[in-house]
């Protein structure tokens, strides 16, 4: 509504009909695009790409799903997607690979079907309205009637049901093996079919052939962001399509796989960087294991080449690591099948350009850049606290909405009393509001006067919530030795679901 215009007007409508628009928008469940900090971009960056005039697509994988309580958005349906089956597309696992004159053939799969729902994202006033696309998966037979007549009726499901966990749970704990081979194909489902879709489109665009030289110009019109690692397996298999199903030689894949895809690093933490037991890729996804065995071998031969006898150093920057059983480094497998590759702020890009992919950025230093994560002001400031984004527009006009960096403006504005007590005024209202709807919930009273100290983030041991734990105690024992100590009353508060 916001970004059609239409916000003052529903509002009147549904005023009109006795009924609270807040109350209806509490209603409709958030698209369960992620997990933390990459669900949120998940969710951001389509509606920024939207907000200019063009057409992008953006594709996403599974609803979300969180230890303490299942985040079922779906349960009730979703009035704003549309099925679109005539899309469907086959997704390959398992099988073996043959060789022959002709090249390697990948056969003998089990196949699941990818079903594809449309949602459109429209831009902010700009008259452009794009697609998110999501993918669900679909048994190829929803019940096996043989199994069913010879009396297992248990096994005339089982397909069934396997073929549609890979989109009905987000990430399972991978602490078990069989979490371990679901997360890989719910990675590899969202890839495999969100490729094949982007393939199709450029062939039917107007730009597009069918002749092997056709895709020269698909890093010109395809881009592909891979954000963190959970997607990287997008690299062996669309060189798989190129080399296997198109018939390009592998250089030449080679070269456009890398102009096409680009890669954001979230995390300099190693439980974050993904590693896949080879035995595992052996068994669910063999011909892509070979292609990953042999863009590491261009990798590897490519360093001995620039640095000669440095064996440690081929040893630390290749995608295979042999400590405790062979596994592939996926961000290692991200940053040498990308052109690009990012951290999310300036001071996590110095990281991972300096410590964590030191080698790689030796070897390429072009290839590191910053590219601090933002917000969606349409979202997160005029729809979350209207109160604010009205005074703000009031104060330097709405420009901002498009252009964040003219916020800035407001620094010409900080000795302004009469501002400064406007947005005072705001956040006033609004810990009004946050206080009723504890006390509302959770049957809790807090003091408004005080500091709301925040803490909103996933549970888990990186993000700090014991360390916020030990300064509350700290505070507390503080008040206890000197009561009469100037304190200012602040009430803690700490939200958050529980890391997979």
């Known amino acids: ?17 006795g009924l609270d628009m807040e109350d209806l928008e509490e209603m409709e469940e958030d698209a369960g695009l992620g997990n933390g900090g990459l ?12 907000l200019s005039v063009r057409v992008c697509w953006a594709a996403v994988g599974s609803p979300e799903q ?43 799969t089990q196949v699941v079907l990818a079903m594809p729902y449309d949602t459109p994202i429209p831009g902010y006033m700009n008259n452009t309205v794009n697609t998110m696309r999501l993918w669900s998966a679909r048994a190829p037979n929803d019940f096996n009637l043989k199994d069913f007549n010879v009396g297992d009726y248990i096994q005339a499901v089982l397909d069934r049901n396997l073929a549609e966990n890979i989109s009905r749970v ?52 395809v881009a592909i962001q891979l954000n963190d690692t959970h997607p990287a397996m997008a690299i062996p298999e669309l060189m798989r ?22 890669y954001t690093n979230h995390t300099v933490l190693p439980e974050a960087l993904e590693r896949w037991p080879v035995g595992l890729l052996e068994t669910l996804l063999p011909r892509h294991l070979q292609i990953i065995y042999r863009i590491n071998q261009g990798h590897l031969d490519g360093i001995g080449a620039l640095f000669p006898g440095d064996l440690d150093r081929i040893r630390r920057m290749s995608l295979i690591e042999e400590d405790g059983g062979k596994r592939v480094n996926m961000a290692h497998l991200c940053i040498v099948g990308s052109h690009a590759v990012n951290g999310v702020a300036e001071i996590h890009s110095n990281i991972i350009k300096n410590d964590v992919f030191r080698d790689f ?11 601090t994560n933002g917000i969606t002001p349409r979202r997160w400031l005029l729809l979350c606290n209207p109160g604010l984004a009205e005074l703000i527009a009031e104060a330097i006009g709405e420009g ?101």
């Open 170 to 221: 987000l990430y399972p704990n991978d602490n078990f093996f069989e979490g371990k081979e679901l997360r890989l194909k719910q990675e590899y489902f969202v890839v495999a079919a969100t490729l094949q879709d982007i393939i199709r489109r450029f062939k039917i665009s107007k730009k597009g052939s069918t002749g092997p030289e056709s895709f020269d110009s698909f890093p010109e019109k």
């Open 1 to 17: 509504m916001i970004n059609l215009g239409l916000q003052n007007a529903c509002d009147e409508a549904i005023y009109q009909l």
């Open 361 to 371: 950025s030796e070897l390429e230093p072009d290839k590191f850049q910053n590219k």
């Open 400 to 500: 901002y909405v498009k252009d964040l960096s003219q916020l800035q403006k407001l620094n010409e504005l900080v000795n302004d009393d009469a501002f400064i007590r406007d947005v005072s005024n705001v956040k006033q209202d609004n810990k009004v509001k946050f206080s009723q709807y504890l006390e509302k919930e959770y049957k809790v009273n807090i003091n408004l006067s005080s500091m709301f100290d925040v803490h909103v983030k996933r549970i888990h041991e990186y993000k700090r919530q014991l360390l916020n734990c030990l300064h509350i105690i700290t505070m507390y024992n503080r008040i206890k030795k000197n009561p009469k100590a100037p304190f200012v009353p602040r009430t803690v508060i700490i939200g958050g679901k529980v890391c997979m």
């Open 39 to 50: 669900g949120r971009l998940a969710g951001t960056v389509p509606r920024s790409m939207f």
């Open 66 to 108: 969180e230890v303490e309580e299942a985040d079922d958005w779906l349960r009730h349906g979703n009035p704003w997607e549309k099925a679109r089956p005539e899309y469907m597309l086959p997704v390959h696992f398992y099988g073996r690979v043959e060789e022959s004159k002709e090249g390697s053939r990948w056969v003998d």
């Open 241 to 262: 399509v190129f080399v296997d199903v198109e018939k390009l030689d592998w250089d030449t894949a080679w070269a456009i796989t890398k102009r096409t895809f680009a």
